[in-house]
C-alpha cells in the first residue's frame, strides 16, 4: 500500500524551528527519524504531505486508498498492529486526532465520511520541541530492538570497559570504539556503520552515534543522547538530541538540547538547561508567538537548521535559535534569536541570503555534498517567512 507521512498543521507550527527546513516525519527522535521508522515497520518508503515550501525537496506520491499515518506519531507495537488492520475509509484516532487513515487527502478534513476507530492505548509522538529529548530514551530503546533483532553485533575491543549488560553495545560494520567506557546500566548503546569513540570517552546509555560520527577524545555522554550521521561532538553532552552533519567539536556543555543539521557550535560555547531558581523553563513558541511554560525544570537549547555560535557563547536556559542564525560575542544573548539573524547580546542584523549560501557550500563540499537550487529556494521560502520576526523582535 502507499504510505504517506502527513503534517498536522498545529503540530508542524507548534515544532518551528526545527520543522521550518523538514516535514514533522523527518525529525530524528531514537536512533532514526520517524520516517525512517515507518519505512523499516512497513518495509516501504514513504512519501509526504507536507508545506508547500518544503514539497519539491519532500514529495508526495498520490495514489487512491493510501495510508495516510500522522507525522508526529512513532511506530510502537500496538499503534503498528492497529494500523495493518485499517480498510478503506476507516480512520484511527486518539483525543479526536487522526493517527492514520485509508483514503484520500481530502479525508483529513472531512472525517465525518470516514468510520472511526479509537485506539486507547498510550502513544509515542512528538508534538512539543522539548519532547525530542524528553521522549528520546523511550524511542532509542525501541530502535535498537528493530535495528539488531536477528543481527550480531561487532566484537568489542578489550581495551572498552563495559558497565552493565555488554549485550546492549551494539557496533555496526566499521564501529570502532577504543580505551573508553560505556554504561549499560539505564540503556542501551548504539554504534552506527564507521562510527567512532575515541580514548577517554566516558559514554552512559541509552546513546546512539549516526553513521561516520566520532565522539572526539574524552568526550563525556549522558543518556539519553542521540548524535545523528556526519557529526563530530567533544566536551559534555547530557540527554540532548543532534539531528545530524552537526558538529560540537570541542568542550561545553550541552544538555536537554535539540540541534538541527549544518550548525556548529565554536569552542567552549554552552547552554545552562537549569533555572537559578530551580523553576519551570519558559521559551519562544512560534505557534503561540510568545513564551510559554515548557513545565520542565530542565530545558536548554533548540537550535534549527544552519545555525552557528562563535567561541565562548552562552546560551540561557530555554533559548529558542530559529534557521540560519549566526550568534557570536560575550554575555548571554536573548533567548529567542530568529531565523537569518547576525549578531548577539549586543544587537543583531540580518544575516544576508548569499553570505549563507557562501558559508553552506563550503560546508557541504566538506561532506562531498553539493548546497542544491532545491535546498537553497527552500531556504529561500524560509528567509521570507520569517521577515517579520527579524522586523518586529529585533530589528
Not at 131 to 137: A, H, P, R, S
Not at 230 to 250: D, L, M, P, Q, R
Not at 324 to 351: C, D, K, R
Request: charged share 20%.
Amino acid at each position: 500500500m502507499n504510505v504517506i507521512l502527513f503534517d498536522p498543521e498545529q503540530t508542524w507550527t507548534n515544532l518551528l524551528p526545527l520543522t521550518y527546513t523538514r516535514p514533522v516525519s523527518e525529525i530524528r527522535i531514537g536512533i532514526l527519524t520517524i520516517k525512517e521508522k515507518w519505512d523499516k515497520e512497513l518495509n516501504t518508503s514513504c512519501s509526504y504531505l507536507t508545506k508547500s515550501i518544503l514539497s519539491k525537496k519532500f514529495p508526495l506520491k498520490e495514489q487512491a486508498d493510501s495510508l495516510f499515518i500522522n507525522g508526529s506519531l512513532c511506530p510502537t507495537p500496538a499503534v503498528i498492529a492497529e494500523i495493518k488492520k485499517l480498510k478503506p475509509l476507516q480512520a484511527l484516532i486518539k483525543n479526536n486526532e487522526i493517527l492514520a487513515l485509508v483514503g484520500e487527502a481530502k479525508h483529513l478534513k472531512a472525517l465525518l465520511d470516514l468510520e472511526k476507530i479509537e485506539f486507547k492505548e498510550a502513544i509515542l509522538n512528538v508534538v512539543n520541541v522539548w519532547d525530542v529529548f524528553q521522549k528520546n530514551g523511550e524511542a532509542l530503546k525501541l530502535d535498537f530492538e528493530l535495528l539488531t533483532k536477528n543481527k550480531k553485533s561487532q566484537a568489542l575491543s578489550n581495551t572498552v570497559v563495559v558497565i552493565g549488560n555488554k549485550d546492549l553495545v551494539f557496533l555496526e560494520d566499521g564501529a570502532k570504539a577504543e580505551a573508553c567506557s560505556f554504561n549499560t546500566t539505564a540503556g542501551p548503546i548504539y554504534l552506527a556503520k564507521d562510527a567512532e569513540v575515541m580514548e577517554g570517552s566516558a559514554v552512559r546509555g541509552p546513546f546512539a552515534l549516526g553513521e561516520h560520527s566520532a565522539l572526539k577524545l574524552c568526550t563525556k555522554i549522558y543518556g539519553p543522547t542521540t548524535i545523528g550521521p556526519h557529526c563530530k561532538i567533544g566536551g559534555e553532552v547530557n540527554n540532548s538530541v543532534i539531528f545530524g552533519y552537526t558538529n560540537k567539536a570541542h568542550d561545553g556543555f550541552l544538555g536537554n538540547s535539540v540541534l538541527g543539521e549544518w550548525c556548529n557550535l565554536g569552542a567552549d560555547s554552552n547552554n545552562s538547561n537549569l533555572k537559578n531558581n530551580y523553576g519551570n523553563v519558559k521559551l519562544f513558541n512560534y505557534l503561540q508567538n510568545k513564551m510559554v511554560d515548557s513545565g520542565l525544570q530542565f530545558c536548554g537549547l533548540i537550535m534549527g537548521d544552519h545555525s552557528k555560535s562563535g567561541i565562548n557563547t552562552m546560551f540561557n536556559t530555554g533559548t529558542v535559535v530559529g534557521v540560519g542564525a549566526n550568534i557570536y560575542g560575550g554575555s548571554f544573548p536573548v533567548t529567542h534569536i530568529p531565523s537569518f539573524s547576525w549578531g548577539g547580546s549586543g544587537g543583531f542584523e540580518t544575516y544576508r541570503l548569499d553570505k549563507l549560501f557562501e558559508t553552506a557550500e563550503k560546508v557541504f563540499e566538506r561532506r562531498g555534498l553539493k548546497l542544491t537550487i532545491i535546498e537553497k529556494e527552500m531556504l529561500s521560502a524560509v528567509f521570507e517567512k520569517t521577515k517579520e520576526q527579524r522586523h518586529n523582535y529585533l530589528f
